[in-house]
Structures are given as structure tokens and as C-alpha cells.
């Protein structure tokens, strides 16, 4: 149920379909609001616990209690010019309430590794299928009413190239490892979807996307150092390389990557290199420094676009701190790096299937978290929960006290032998291993 839930939400926006059915209320809203609903009486008629994963609630909770919070002062107190209560207040529910109901739907949906790898795979086709409609939509083989940008850039089913290329680095990783893992006519599919996505992110030249994949892959290669063959990894990579290198040398978009990654970014100029965003935070910072009380209490809640800025803040982080302060800038690192930490420490003792989806989301959220230092997200964050909400209760039904134990076991395979083992491994030393 939830597999196909998350394919039919993607459904709607891939395919535009506009089922808004009152201000603040879609078909979106209303399905994971049954769902949810459902899983709720579940959890009350078998008496389910309510703390899974008490930290990350925790965090959730006092992000959106204190934007609760700011969000009336704002209005009601300090009023300030041209901000709407009615438009913020739907904002508030739509950007973090509604992400927090997705987290806990599949958070308590999935009950076992093996139900999170089914909804993880119905995930990862989706992700394919996105990529399909907008390589389709670009190459006018059919007409989504996606909007092309100006410079040449592509967009996709989750809006403008920046926001679409973090949304393909999120899934990217896991289809490296479904590929990885699966036989056949499988590993074909799994493989062609994986380089559907590069030729995707290839297509936005979105340099943040690619800033957050290889910081990504930089990082994943020291954490899961004991457990992947980087002989293997290589030859892959080799592979994938040579086939997006030349399906890019005969189209229009790799001149446009070529020119962004190695021409403007080389600019010493440093506003122009950053496409700007050097000038843009500098304009956030310089505006919290006229009230020094603001990098400690934010502005309040959605107040940024009530002052005269021309674009969006660019960074995910700056965004929280100017808005909600250091509780939300904490409580929103917390909730981004907990995830990915929860599934690093479980990878270590999942079943090698699990471990693979496991190490995808790793990789995939570093990615995430990199490339949201120069964008800032809206739709693929819906995505980003319920994957996370499936990973994490992955991570939960991993026994906690097997996590350590591959490490202990490589660490004493180290250590020369100080005795002799008899026939069941144990040495003389009191039963040591």
C-alpha cells in the first residue's frame, strides 16, 4: 500500500495532473491523510508504540512548536509589512507538517527490513519513471508542459533543475545498489535506471547536484571502507562513465555541463562564479546584523519573503537560520544528519540486501545535504521524508546490539593468534575468541 501510494503521488506530479480540491487541500494531502488514518487505527487496535525513532520526533516536534509559535508573533505581534497569516499558516502546514506526517506514515508503516526494501523499490521506480517522462518531454517525444529554462537548462517533474537534480542524487545511490544486488533481466533494468539519472543530472547542470554526489561518494567511500570492493566499484564507474560520455557528446546539454562545471565556476569572480549566491547571503546576514538578536531567535516563521529580497535565500540552512533561529537551523541538521546516521550504524549489521538500500541512503542523503547548501527545496522533501521514514524503521529492525559486531569481528581477524583454538574457535584464554 505504501509503495504504490508513494508511485501515485509521484504519478500526479510527474504527469501535472492539477486534483487541488480546496486551498491547502489536494488529492496528495487527502491520500497520505487516509493512509495515515489507517495505520492509526492499526496502531491502536495492536496497541503499537509510539516512540519509535523519540528523537527525531522530538526534533519534529520542537521545529514545528516553534515555528507555531513564531509564525503568531509575526503576525499578530510584530506585524510586519505584507506578511499573511492565512498564506504563511498554509505554508507552515504544507513544508513541515504535512513532511512530518509523511516521515511517521512510513516510519509505522513499514514493520520489518523486508517490507522497507518493497517500498523502496516501488520508490526507486518511481524515480526511473520521472526521469523517463522529463528526457521524454525535453526530447519533444511527448508534452508535459514542463517549462524550459532560458539558459538551456532542463526541468523535471520536481520543478525548476536545481530542485530536480537534488531530488536524482536522492535516489541515484539506490539504484546503483539495486543494480548491485539483483541478477539478469533486473540488473539490466536497475542499471539502465541509474544511468537515466546521470543523463537527468546531466541535462539540469546543476552544479550543486553534482557538488552534493561527489562530496557524497568522497564520503562514502571512507565510512563503508570495510565493506565495499572498490575494484568492483571501479570497474562500474568506468562503465557507466563511458556510456554517459557518450550519450552526452552527441546532445546539446553536455557543452551546456561542460561550460557551468569547468567555465563559470572557474570565474574568479565570486558572485559569478556562484551564480550570485555570495551576494544573496551576504544581503541575509548583513539584514540579521541590523537585529543581532535574530541569529539567535530568527525573524519568525515564512517572514523572509516579507522583506524586499528579490530571490530566495539558496541554502537550505540560511533559510532555516534566518527564518526560525538557531532552534530551527539545529532541530533541521538534526533531522537530516540523524536519518543518515541511524542508517550508516545499521548498515553495519543488516543482511547484505539491506545493507545496500541502507548504504544507498547514506550516500544518497550526504548528496542531499550537500546540495541543499545552494538551493533550497520544496517538493523533492516529500520524497526525502518518506524515504527516510522506510530507511529508518530498516535501521530499527536491525538488532542494535549486532551493529558493532562486524567491526569487532574484522579488528580481532587483525590480531595475530596468541593460542591455540580447539575445534569449536575458542582459545585457551578463558573462552576468548
Not at 203 to 214: E, L, Q
Not at 230 to 238: D, E, F, H, P, V
Request: with cysteine; aromatic share 14%.
Amino acid at each position: 500500500m505504501l509503495g504504490i501510494t508513494s508511485f501515485f503521488l509521484l504519478a500526479i506530479q510527474v504527469l501535472r495532473w492539477d486534483l487541488t480540491l480546496a486551498t491547502g487541500l489536494s488529492a496528495k494531502n487527502l491520500t497520505i491523510y487516509l493512509v495515515a488514518t489507517i495505520l492509526a487505527l492499526r496502531m491502536v487496535i495492536a496497541r503499537t508504540s509510539i516512540t519509535a525513532a523519540g528523537p527525531l520526533q522530538a526534533a519534529w516536534m520542537i521545529q514545528i512548536g516553534y515555528a507555531l509559535f513564531t509564525w503568531l508573533i509575526a503576525a499578530l505581534v510584530i506585524q510586519y509589512a505584507g506578511y499573511d497569516l492565512v498564506a504563511s499558516g498554509i505554508k507552515l502546514k504544507s513544508s513541515l507538517i504535512d513532511y512530518y506526517v509523511f516521515f511517521l506514515v512510513f516510519l509505522f508503516g513499514v514493520t520489518s527490513a523486508e517490507e522497507g526494501m518493497k517500498v523502496v523499490r516501488w520508490l526507486l521506480l518511481g524515480a526511473v519513471f520521472a526521469h523517463l517522462a522529463t528526457i521524454f518531454d525535453n526530447a519533444g517525444l511527448i508534452n508535459l508542459g514542463y517549462i524550459e529554462r532560458t539558459d538551456g537548462r532542463a526541468q523535471g517533474a520536481m520543478g525548476e533543475s536545481n530542485q530536480y537534480a537534488a531530488y536524482t542524487i536522492l535516489f541515484l545511490p539506490g539504484l546503483v545498489a539495486a543494480a548491485v544486488g539483483s541478477r539478469g533481466l533486473w540488473r539490466l533494468g536497475w542499471l539502465a535506471g541509474a544511468l537515466l539519472s546521470c543523463v537527468a543530472l546531466a541535462m539540469t547542470a546543476s552544479r550543486g547536484g553534482i557538488v552534493g554526489i561527489v562530496l557524497a561518494c568522497a564520503i562514502g567511500a571512507y565510512l563503508f571502507r570495510h565493506l565495499v570492493s572498490y575494484s568492483r566499484i571501479a570497474g562500474w564507474a568506468l562503465v557507466s562513465l563511458v556510456i554517459l560520455g557518450v550519450v552526452l557528446s552527441v546532445s546539446e546539454f553536455g557543452a551546456l555541463l561542460t561550460e557551468r562545471v569547468f567555465g563559470q565556476t572557474a570565474s574568479i569572480d565570486a558572485s559569478e562564479a556562484s551564480s550570485g549566491r555570495t551576494e544573496i547571503w551576504w544581503n541575509l546576514f548583513a539584514t540579521m546584523a541590523e537585529q543581532p538578536v535574530t541569529f539567535i531567535t530568527g525573524y519568525g516563521w515564512n517572514v523572509y519573503w516579507s522583506f524586499p529580497f528579490h530571490f530566495s535565500p539558496h541554502n537550505h540552512y540560511f533559510s532555516l537560520w534566518f527564518n526560525l533561529g538557531l532552534v530551527g537551523l539545529f532541530t533541521g541538521c538534526f533531522l537530516l544528519f540523524s536519518c543518515i546516521n541511524r542508517a550508516r550504524r545499521a548498515s553495519l549489521a543488516a543482511e547484505p540486501q539491506v545493507r545496500r538500500q541502507l548504504i544507498g541512503f547514506v550516500i544518497g542523503g550526504i548528496a542531499v545535504c550537500g546540495a541543499v547548501f545552494f538551493v533550497e527545496l520544496h517538493d523533492p522533501w516529500m520524497y526525502f521524508w518518506m524515504y527516510a521514514g522506510t530507511v529508518t524503521r530498516m535501521a530499527l529492525a536491525t538488532s542494535p546490539a549486532e551493529v558493532t559486531q562486524p567491526r569487532v569481528e574484522q579488528r580481532l581477524r587483525l590480531r595475530p593468534a596468541k593460542a591455540n583454538r580447539d575445534a569449536y574457535g575458542w582459545t585457551g584464554a578463558q573462552g576468548r575468541r
